[in-house]
């Protein structure tokens, strides 16, 4: 890649494979002086990049390719070199990366600077990951289907420049127009690590330009620039009319911008024109025959027009330079209207088939017109049958008509023209509109706008427009070239041109021409200051756009050529991209673009015959047979309906904490003497290692220090075993934890199968979970746990909740054997998996800290459907729900809730009473819901509603709850509920806040067994089934409609929010008041009176029945996704599968249905008109929805308490907050670097921490405070320990193994006095056993004091230049650490004793950054308080050493391993042969009979499961939640989904007997895994059953069979068919070799 003006050199990405299997992405922009390297984690896809200098920050390419590398380059597998990142995406088992590997400078340099380059040639890079989850097939067919995405020569991009809008843009590279930008959703991964810049910003579409000359004269440059739109992507007969995004297909921006090169410092002359091109905006499509006749145009039957006024809106706001050129004040007049004009260059004549269309299309503007919905937009249509008139009139005659019925709306629309200035002191002279960013250096002065545009259409926007707008841009750019002083007049026009007579026309001069009077005969002449030369003749004498009424052959004869010609080679070029990206093939009747050229149009007609037939054929094979594969490309590359191709995988991938900078806190006992501790555990590059334990051990315990707080979700294993897999551990717990002490349990038990070595399995973790809640709710809670019940099939009602935590540390991990004493135990790499915080844009102020604060508001406040406060009249009415934030410390006392993004304290008021509003408006769009949040219901009505507190589970939410429930069941309880009535008692639980352990405790206080309100007891099997697949489909129609709603906002903004929404669930109490409602479906009474005072309410808004066409109130509406079913069940549309249907869009309607049907989604369905099933899954859909918006809750609240113990309490200590001195993160660094004397800062958060608790009084700053970064915090803010406590100790764990050379402590803004100067005493080590530890040094800081006023008293303000007033304890010897121990003591009364040591440090006692604290300067408590023990932050300074993983074993440890490990068992497994097995409760139970001379049974084999966790369950709550893409934590890892499976066996006593239960871990399909018995039995009967979250499973989409109805629609995928098999062991040589062909 070329470098551009400015740069500092080219962009170069190298692309490394190691042989370790690692993916290493080393990047050196031209932006940029240093090089970034990124590495792909390979487990879970994720990017990882930590900005550390000598890490993944170096000088130079080779510097980082030298660290990836080892300086070997035999560590290398394969190396790529790319100029260029187009995209990244992590996909379950693979991870896609794009780059480019060949660039063409389309435009080498445009005005103002900047290179526009096509990718000539891309490759994509397939990484295979370790991720163990099961991946349907398809999912795995779609990632190799995407990178066959044909990207080479038809995608372009800017590093320095934006050009998704029209030249020159007014935004800077990185705020692009998101209509044009194909790579967003693919670039997103380098967006959350903080590196944007990294992944340029693609565009699909033509730039190409060219140099032109006029007879010697000045040259000119001439570039064309389609952008193609992605608002509805697809292929000719997939993408054709509008979409529900308001867009048609083939929708292209095209820009003609001509500019006149000039020398270094001089202004740069430009013009710009714009035009569109695309098809018919409206509902229509073409059906493709099998024959080969023509396709057979249809239009909606039913509101075709629906959409097209958004178009044209969109249309005017981009191209409405009304106020600009007003602002101008130039040659412009101030236009009153934006024009667009639409040049329709279809079929008109009688018996065409493209007939329809033109009359539909004059009808469609005559409606706009009607609506009045665009009033300062005049749409004009020109209809011009291209074909009809090359056919009668020929050729040339057709261009001339063109031309006439053009030359007045181009005129009035005009072109842009400005000049680029060099210097931006040049601004003051501008006349015009100024433009400058920071993407260059200059400033663009603008004269004049295009106000308009002009807009081309065939039936599919390909070669008659792409002809027809050649010869409407050719007369522009003559217009261009006149204005800009390029004279293309030729020599043969003799007669034609008069200057100086012109109707009396003065052309105005070029830039850089003055007109002057001579002095003595007063005749005019020119000033050229460009060169400097003075002539008597006006430059540009020519009278404007004369070209327009001119025949043919006249402007042929006037005219140069060879510009023209050029012109003609771009869009002959563009049009084949066009016709490519649309049709799989090249553009055809083409020739008439060389008619200017008579020797090459010559050539060209004589074989444009046969060359159009080959096309044809081209086209109708890849309409036929490749269409629908390309579509999927084209929407999975745009990351559209991933939920539909990729189901199972993960939108954000999780991270792996353990690596690189985890360690182990205790080294792991090992057989071999020579090990590393056990480091090599938790090392990718050692994935091979088989770990030997030491000798006989009974269990091993791994004590893990993870490199990064995280919430964690997984733990991944590697089997690890030689000949003997039973050497693996047999079970596994889990404790984790914020500190060492106090780990708490998350797993316990868990089985590890026995498998293959080199096998991974992934154990899902959740939370630590309440004792008491686990003891009434859950499975264990059940009146009959020993009779297994189905599993739960429409959601989980007995959902436990596991605590969330992001700032979880540390982490312990024991094995135990299956049989302990036998012998040791083998282990493998493991992992640790988590969900971390954007820690480091947090304390880098970077523009994603915003981001992430307003999304953790967004999850606790505005989506949270407790507290929002906006009335979406989902339900009766909105309550909100005060919290409280987690407090810090026990002793403090409750904290006010804080606003994280402005710093305000909210002061909770339990009093306050909220607005409920009625917000009515008429009219509908189903897509409007999108713009709703999710809120609760009350019971009774919208006119009022009681606050209920929300921090946890209350008594008073409890007592509300047994209320309602009473209200339903009568006051003797003696009244069953139905399906809707225990919904809705459902939905009032998720309002009042309440856990289903809350809710079962409540009901069990008085009496009430929580199974009878469980609503799946309460429905028959069959209808529950039905249910259950109508609610999947509402699922993932709503996800397809929120995605176009985002998709439709772009270029228009939200629409208003509507009467009805998707659900429109009637609350408890809430009915039909009569009136003007026909329908009357809910004018029930309630069984008691409403639990608010309210009275019941009326519905404001009528609405009419698009079924009955009866007159509706909103109570007895449906919700609009009863409208979306009503579609997707339709027999037109029966052939949904998530790609449209032809003469549909690729997004769809909002149905994702064909688009001649779409106007059935709109309007208002009465319940009357729905089936029972219909309005059952609404709720279904509804509470699915609340329980994913509390589990987001329970996520943003962890993250909202992780900021809390981090950032403080104070509204200053916020993130937006930082301190004036400190505000640039330069100064930060430098001030950082005096401080450690330009060493580097050792214990930082977040990836230092504590390792143990540290006591903190109540209103201080936390604990981890201490080790934030220097740049976060607030001027106050600081640590102290209680008054009462004399001596703190702090154990500071180093983010990897340093050379630590000494301690600084940051004084606390109160400074220090003679009662609270401490002793100092630090320590280091590499274990956490005190024993092990060396002291480095003991310090007295009361003589300090004495000897020093500057540490006495309050901290003036600081200067620049100056330190902030610090205290450096400098080590004799740099030691080799990873702990730091700092103690700190008061002194005792009466004591004087001082003993420094002479290396004792104490400098720059100066002025610091710190506010002013009313406090007392001797203590940090209040006046006349206590001392304490205070300190700011603690910095520890050194050298990070870089970690080098040895061998486990050397010598002849080595062979000691390899003859143990090859050992081979004594006991080999068999197969026990089966008489019968049958499957029964729908393949999830398997029965096996066995013969009478069975041996005794060892244990089974296992086959991993087919079934994937499928991502989507319901509809979106808001447009912010499409897809969980938003979420902080996905909600499978909120509440992961665990299998079991229960053995039992048939004893003497001739009943089943449990045998065990194993908990089962993820692994890939058809992984074999082995379970021993506790004990070997001897049975006739074996019965197995699959237990469980199994609803949560799903099978691959292109496998699912609905022609069979089935009760319970459980995945095929968990089937236990030909997945079991029993074993014995026996030894083999005794079987003999025949017996031994049994082995499993």
Not at 800 to 812: H, I, K, M, N, S
Not at 1503 to 1515: C, E, Q
């Amino acid at each position: 890649m070329e470098s551009s003006a400015g740069c500092l050199r080219d962009t170069s990405v190298v692309v490394v494979t190691l042989e370790s299997n690692e993916v290493y992405i080393i990047v050196s922009l031209s932006t940029k002086a240093d090089t970034q390297v990124i590495y792909i984690d390979p487990t879970t896809g994720a990017l990882r990049y930590s900005a550390k200098q000598g890490y993944d920050v170096f000088k130079s390419q080779k510097e980082a390719l030298d660290y990836v590398t080892n300086h070997s380059k035999w560590l290398c597998k394969s190396t790529t070199y790319a100029s260029a990142i187009l995209g990244y995406a992590a996909l379950g088992s693979y991870a896609v990366l794009l780059v480019a590997t060949r660039l063409t400078a389309g435009i080498p340099n445009l005005p103002g600077g900047g290179c526009v380059y096509s990718v000539t040639e891309s490759q994509w890079i397939r990484v295979s990951l370790q991720n163990p989850q099961p991946q349907s097939k398809t999912e795995i067919k779609n990632v190799q289907e995407l990178t066959e995405f044909d990207v080479d020569g038809k995608h372009y991009f800017c590093e320095t420049r934006d050009i998704t809008r029209p030249f020159p843009s007014r935004m800077p590279v990185q705020n692009p127009d998101d209509e044009f930008v194909w790579n967003k959703w693919f670039s997103v991964p380098f967006k959350n690590i903080g590196l944007p810049q990294h992944c340029v910003i693609l565009l699909q579409g033509f730039v190409e330009s060219k140099i032109f000359g006029s007879l010697g004269q000045q040259e000119g440059v001439v570039a064309l620039t389609a952008r193609r739109s992605r608002l509805h992507p697809g292929t000719r007969y997939l993408a054709r009319g509008l979409n529900s995004c308001y867009s048609t297909g083939n929708e292209v921006e095209c820009e003609q911008l001509v500019w006149v090169p000039k020398r270094a410092g001089q202004s740069v002359p430009f013009s710009t024109y714009i035009w569109r091109r695309g098809t018919i905006p409206m509902w229509w499509g073409a059906e493709l025959k099998l024959t080969a006749a023509e396709a057979e145009i249809y239009v909606s039957d039913r509101d075709p027009y629906k959409g097209s006024a958004q178009y044209y809106q969109r249309l005017s706001q981009r191209y409405d330079a009304r106020n600009l050129d007003a602002a101008v004040g130039g040659n412009q007049k101030k236009s009153a209207l934006v024009p667009v004009v639409c040049v329709n260059l279809l079929r008109n004549g009688e018996g065409k088939s493209e007939c329809i269309l033109v009359q539909h299309f004059e009808e469609s503007l005559n409606y706009i017109r009607s609506t009045g919905k665009l009033p300062y937009t005049r749409i004009h249509l020109i209809n011009y049958d291209w074909h009809a008139s090359v056919k009668l009139k020929g050729e040339q005659q057709t261009i001339e008509g063109l031309w006439y019925l053009l030359k007045a709306p181009t005129v009035s629309i005009g072109i842009a023209e400005g000049d680029y200035l060099p210097t931006r002191e040049r601004i003051k002279n501008c006349k015009g509109e100024i433009i400058l960013n920071d993407d260059y250096d200059g400033a663009f002065c603008l004269r004049s706008h295009q106000n308009g545009v002009i807009r081309f259409n065939c039936a599919d926007s390909l070669d008659r427009t792409n002809a027809a707008s050649f010869f409407g841009a050719l007369q522009v750019f003559m217009e261009q070239c006149r204005r800009l002083g390029i004279s293309l007049d030729s020599n043969m026009a003799y007669g034609y041109q008069s200057p100086g007579n012109n109707a009396g026309y003065v052309a105005p001069l070029p830039p850089g021409w003055e007109k002057r009077s001579d002095a003595v005969t007063g005749k005019a002449y020119y000033i050229d200051h460009n060169t400097r030369t003075t002539t008597w003749s006006h430059p540009c004498p020519d009278k404007p756009w004369k070209r327009f009424d001119m025949t043919f052959e006249e402007f042929r004869r006037s005219t140069i050529l060879s510009p023209v010609s050029q012109l003609a080679d771009l869009f002959l070029a563009a049009g084949d991209i066009h016709a490519t990206l649309y049709t799989g093939s090249k553009a055809m009747h083409s020739q008439i673009l060389s008619i200017f050229n008579e020797e090459a149009g010559g050539k060209f007609k004589q074989f444009s015959a046969a060359q159009n037939m080959k096309i044809t054929l081209q086209r109708r094979y890849k309409n036929a047979v490749v269409d629908s594969s390309r579509q999927k490309q084209l929407q999975i590359f745009l990351g559209l309906r991933l939920f539909k191709h990729f189901p199972s995988a993960m939108i954000h991938p999780l991270h792996v904490p353990s690596r690189p900078f985890g360690c182990f806190l205790k080294p792991v006992p090992s057989m071999f003497t020579s090990s590393d501790g056990g480091a090599s555990l938790l090392s990718f590059k050692r994935k091979d290692l088989i770990w030997v334990s030491a000798h006989a051990a009974d269990v091993v315990e791994l004590f893990i220090y993870l490199g990064e707080p995280c919430h964690v979700s997984q733990l991944l294993l590697t089997v690890a075993h030689g000949a003997d897999d039973t050497t693996f551990p047999s079970t596994v717990d889990v404790r984790t934890g914020r500190y060492l002490d106090g780990l708490k349990l998350v797993l316990e038990g868990a089985s590890v199968p026995q498998c293959a070595n080199g096998t991974n399995i992934v154990i899902p973790l959740t939370g630590p979970t309440s004792p008491e809640d686990m003891a009434v709710t859950g499975a264990g809670a059940r009146l009959h746990a020993q009779q297994p019940s189905n599993p739960f099939m429409l959601y989980d009602f007995e959902e436990l909740e596991g605590e969330l935590d992001f700032l979880t540390r540390f982490v312990a991990v024991t094995f135990y054997p299956a049989v302990p004493g036998r012998g040791p135990m083998t282990l493998g790499e493991v992992e640790i998996l988590g969900v971390s915080l954007p820690w480091r844009s947090l304390f880098s102020h970077g523009d994603g800290a915003a981001r992430f604060i307003e999304h953790v508001n967004g999850q606790t406040k505005e989506i949270n459907p407790f507290l929002s406060e906006t009335n979406s009249n989902t339900l009766a009415a909105v309550v909100t729900n005060d919290r409280k934030p987690p407090s810090l410390q026990s002793e403090s006392s409750a904290i006010p809730l804080i606003d994280l993004l402005t710093g305000e304290v909210i002061l909770p008021d339990s009093n306050s009473q909220p607005v409920a509003e009625s917000v009515v408006h008429e009219g509908s769009d189903l897509l409007d819901f999108l713009d709703d949040v999710v809120t609760q219901p009350v019971s009774g009505g919208m006119n009022q509603s009681k606050i209920v507190s929300s921090q946890g589970p209350s008594d008073n939410g409890s007592q509300q709850y047994i209320r309602l429930f009473k209200l339903l069941a009568g006051s003797d309880w003696d009244r069953s509920l139905d399906f809707m009535e225990s919904m809705k008692l459902e939905i009032e639980r998720f309002r009042l806040n309440l856990s289903a352990a809350e809710r079962d405790r409540a009901l069990l206080s008085i009496g009430i067994d929580p199974a009878s309100i469980n609503p799946h007891m309460l429905l028959e099997d069959s209808y529950m089934g039905q249910l259950y697949k109508v609610a999947s489909s509402l699922a993932l129609l709503g996800q397809a409609s929120i995605e176009d709603k985002i998709t439709a906002s772009i270029g228009l903004g939200t629409s208003d929010k509507k009467s009805v929404d998707f659900w429109n669930i009637t609350a408890i109490g809430e009915r039909c008041s009569g009136g003007a409602c026909q329908v009357l479906a809910e004018t029930g009474q309630a069984a008691g009176a409403s639990l608010t005072s309210s009275s019941s309410m009326t519905s404001e808004s009528i609405f009419v029945c698009t079924e009955c066409r009866r007159k509706v109130c909103r109570v007895c509406s449906a919700g609009k996704g009863a409208h979306l079913l009503a579609s997707y069940n339709s027999k037109e549309n029966s052939a949904y599968n998530g790609v449209t249907s032809q003469g549909g869009s690729v997004h769809g309607n909002s149905a994702d249905a064909s688009s001649n049907h779409s106007a059935t989604l709109d309007g208002v369905m009465c319940k009357s008109c729905c089936n029972e099933v219909v309005l059952d899954a609404l709720i279904l859909d509804y509470v699915r929805v609340l329980i994913s918006q509390r589990r987001r809750t329970r996520a943003g609240d962890a993250a909202e308490k992780a900021l809390f113990h981090v950032f403080g309490l104070s509204s200053r200590n916020l993130i937006p907050e930082r301190d004036e001195f400190l505000k640039s993160q330069g100064t930060a660094t430098k001030v950082l670097e005096k401080l450690t004397d330009g060493e580097e800062s050792l214990a930082e958060f977040p990836f230092a921490s504590f390792l143990h608790p540290v006591e903190t009084a109540a209103g201080s700053a936390p604990l981890l405070s201490l080790v934030a970064p220097l740049n976060s915090g607030s001027q106050e803010s600081y640590w102290r320990a209680p008054p009462s406590i004399s001596s703190v100790e702090f154990v500071i764990v180093l983010s990897d193994i340093s050379d630590v050379s000494g301690v600084v402590l940051l004084v606390s803004p109160c400074g220090y006095s003679m009662s609270d100067a401490p002793t100092i005493q630090i320590w280091a080590s590499n274990k956490v056993d005190k024993e092990e530890r060396t002291c480095t040094g003991k310090w007295d800081m009361q003589s300090l004091v004495t000897s020093s006023s500057e540490l006495c008293g309050r901290e003036k303000s600081l200067q620049d230049g100056k330190l902030p007033r610090h205290v450096k304890f400098a080590f004799r010897n740099p030691v080799r650490c990873r702990i730091i121990w700092v103690t700190m003591r008061l002194p005792r009364l009466g004591s004087n004793s001082v003993n420094i040591e002479r290396d004792f440090n104490l400098f720059s006692m100066d002025e610091n950054p710190f506010a002013q604290i009313d406090r007392r300067a001797s203590i940090g408590g209040e006046i006349n308080s206590d001392p304490c023990i205070h300190v700011k932050r603690i910095l520890v300074v050194g050298k990070s050493v870089g970690r080098e993983i040895v061998s486990s074993s050397q010598g002849s440890d080595q062979v000691n391993a390899k003859n143990w490990l090859e050992r081979a068992p004594p006991l080999n497994r068999f197969k026990i042969p089966i008489e019968v097995e049958r499957l029964i409760d729908n393949d999830l139970v398997l029965e096996q009979f066995l013969p009478p001379a069975s041996p005794m049974l060892a244990g089974f084999r296992l086959d991993g499961f087919s079934a994937i966790k499928h991502r989507v369950n319901h509809s979106p709550a808001s447009d912010v939640d499409i897809d969980g893409s938003n979420s902080l934590l996905d909600e499978r890892l909120t509440n992961p989904a665990v299998l079991y499976i229960q053995v039992s066996a048939l004893q003497e006593s001739h009943n089943m007997v449990t045998v065990a239960e194993y908990r089962l871990p993820e692994v890939k399909a058809n992984t074999p895994m082995y379970f021993d018995f506790p004990r070997q039995i001897s049975t006739r009967r074996v019965t197995f059953r699959l237990l469980g979250d199994i609803a949560a499973f799903s099978d691959d989409p292109s496998e699912q069979d609905d022609s069979e109805f089935k009760a319970y629609p459980w995945a095929a995928g968990l089937s236990l068919a030909n997945r079991v098999k029993l074993y014995y062991y026996a030894d083999p040589y005794e079987l003999g070799k025949w017996a031994s062909l049994s082995a499993v």
